[in-house]
């Protein structure tokens, strides 16, 4: 199939994971299908130079790296809708005017346009088919679109499974992901205070991580970790007995489902990803209407209870996350992918 992937994300270094789930996705289908071809980001950093002119060197970069290329595609597959759909409309203004257009929405690409503009609500029009990571997010979307399908990026479940042997665990609790407010950083903390018989480990990049060595130096139970290969990942996973998702906004993290591919439940607070990926309402925690200390009180008394749990609940509690990760894997994820491209295209798809 001649598939474009494109992609505004990159990693920076207040990001270093940006888009790693999409590269991880191109490459599980180009192991299927090699016409595959994967456009993104090339220029990507927090200097102030890199934010005013990342997008138009990006927009230029394909023009003269796609457009005026020999090679044309049948499909495009635009990961993050906008800005990123206006090279997708480019491409079927100036070089092939029967593309067909698919959008995977993220997240933030839908959170910070509940008011979209012009050009945000005309390109939406293009599309041929819509991709949400979460229900949550098209149903936030500003209008309703069909044809849409829900599937998140998909977890590496080469990587992330389970076991025959458990490790021991040496950590009470595991955070991973962006060094933020967003991502509760703020929270994370809180809880190492409040919790000084248990342990926390955290591991990650991002604006505040001054602010994290500086109580690893103050906190005997927290130990940081800057950010770790898949491979190493897993294994802090295996050594931790729960994950903590404290997030104020969150698409679909595909960390809760990396941990519970491992059998390592995950305590969360409410967001579109989160609903999405566990079921058990007693770990998840709700932000609507909350103010920020009831939130704190509601994460204290969540972990005191979970802390109770017995080897035998705790066991039960994993095998049940397990068989919940089914549907995230990268290998459903990318056969379903595969069968959407080839029904665009009017084509049988080999996907096993």
């Known amino acids: 199939m001649k598939v474009l992937v494109l992609s505004n994300m990159s990693p920076k270094i207040s990001a270093p994971l940006q888009g790693l789930f999409v590269d991880n996705q191109v490459q599980r289908l180009q192991e ?6 994967y456009y993104k980001m090339k220029w990507n950093s927090d200097s102030l130079l890199c934010k005013l002119f990342k997008y138009p060197v990006f927009f230029l970069q394909f023009f003269i790296d796609i457009i005026f290329s020999r090679k044309e595609y049948a499909l495009i597959h635009v990961h993050f809708y906008y800005p990123t759909i206006i090279l997708a409309a ?11 257009i698919t959008v995977t929405c993220h997240g933030s690409d839908v959170y910070l ?7 945000y609500r005309k390109l939406s029009n293009w599309v041929d088919h819509w991709v949400f990571t979460s229900e949550q997010l098209r149903e936030r979307f500003f209008k309703h679109v069909e044809p849409s399908s829900v599937l998140c990026a998909g977890y590496d479940d080469r990587i992330f499974m389970p076991r025959q042997i458990r490790e021991e665990k040496k950590y009470d609790f595991i955070q991973i992901g962006t060094l933020n407010y967003n991502k509760g950083i703020d929270r994370f903390l809180y809880l190492v205070d409040k919790f000084p018989n248990k342990q926390f480990l955290l591991i990650g990049e991002g604006p505040l991580k001054s602010t994290i060595i500086t109580a690893s130096e103050r906190y005997s139970n927290l130990v940081y970790m800057a950010k770790q290969p898949p491979v190493h ?17 969150e ?40 103010t920020e200390q009831a939130v704190l009180n509601s994460l204290e008394s969540v972990i005191r209870n979970v802390s109770s749990k017995n080897d035998s609940d705790y066991a039960q509690l994993s095998s049940v996350v397990i068989n919940e990760t089914a549907e995230f894997s990268l290998t459903y994820i990318a056969k379903k992918t595969l069968d959407q491209y080839a029904n665009q295209l009017g084509m049988n798809s080999d996907a096993e």
Not at 32 to 37: L, N, Q, S, Y
Not at 92 to 98: A, D, G, I, T
Not at 233 to 249: D, G, P, T, W
């Open 113 to 119: 346009y509940s008011s979209p503009n012009v050009i």
């Open 90 to 100: 480019c491409y079927k203004v100036f070089r092939n005017s029967s593309v067909k």
């Open 251 to 290: 698409s679909f993290g595909l960390t809760i489902t990396e941990a519970h591919a491992c059998g390592v439940p995950c305590i969360a607070t409410v967001t579109d990803g989160s609903l999405a990926q566990i079921n058990d309402e007693p770990r998840l925690v709700s932000q609507v209407d909350m």
């Open 233 to 249: 990942l897993a294994n802090y996973i295996h050594e931790s007995k729960f994950l903590l998702s404290l997030s104020r906004n």
């Open 32 to 37: 299927v299908d090699k016409e595959i071809d």
